[in-house]
């Protein structure tokens, strides 16, 4: 969260390497440009290498196997900079992506390097039936299911696949304690 992705050759520490703004597609941050923030990163099917790139206006980089690196900007989305953490789910290749205020599905049809065939969809507030607070962890059950941890309770996002349905939606499971209807948490 400071200098970069750092990259460590256990066979060879001469082989070390940080990537930054020089050496990659990452970027310093808006308004702190002695820094490239790292704040996650998770690996694809495919071998590529998602990096969370916080507080930049291309948040989302990606380093294919052969080295080659690519970012994308949330601005369609929601124009979010703030991104927390990343998954990829293994069974479609969407990247789901935590933001400080909303959860954003990503599907990088097509090559990498060509945005324009990319399809995003945040999810954001009771409108999308996640609690309107910010959103503070995200991850994905064996089932497919991500699941939002928000300020304000518990949400789950189940889609069968395609998070792009204007159908899907997220919902807050309900629960009974002692006879009172409530949220899960």
């Known amino acids: 969260y400071f200098e970069g992705l750092v990259c460590l050759d256990m066979a060879d520490e001469a082989q070390d390497v940080i990537y930054d703004e020089l050496n990659s597609s990452l970027r310093t941050t808006i308004g702190d440009p002695l820094r490239t923030r790292i704040s996650g990163s998770t690996v694809d099917n495919d071998g590529n ?110 889609c069968t696949g395609n998070p792009f349905d204007t159908n899907c939606n997220g919902f807050r499971p309900p629960i009974e304690v002692d006879g009172i209807p409530g949220f899960f948490f």
Request: contains cysteine; charged residues 20%.
């Open 49 to 158: 290498l998602w990096v969370n790139n916080f507080g930049t206006d291309r948040p989302i980089n990606v380093r294919t196997p052969d080295g080659e690196w690519t970012s994308f900007s949330l601005a369609s989305c929601n124009g979010s900079n703030s991104v927390r953490s990343l998954l990829v789910d293994p069974n479609t290749g969407i990247v789901w992506i935590q933001t400080s205020n909303d959860i954003i599905a990503y599907d990088p049809k097509g090559t990498l390097n060509d945005p324009s065939d990319d399809e995003c969809r945040s999810f954001r507030g009771e409108d999308d039936g996640l609690p309107p607070a910010d959103v503070s962890s995200m991850l994905q059950d064996k089932d497919g299911v991500i699941w939002v941890g928000t300020t304000n309770g518990i949400a789950l996002i189940s």
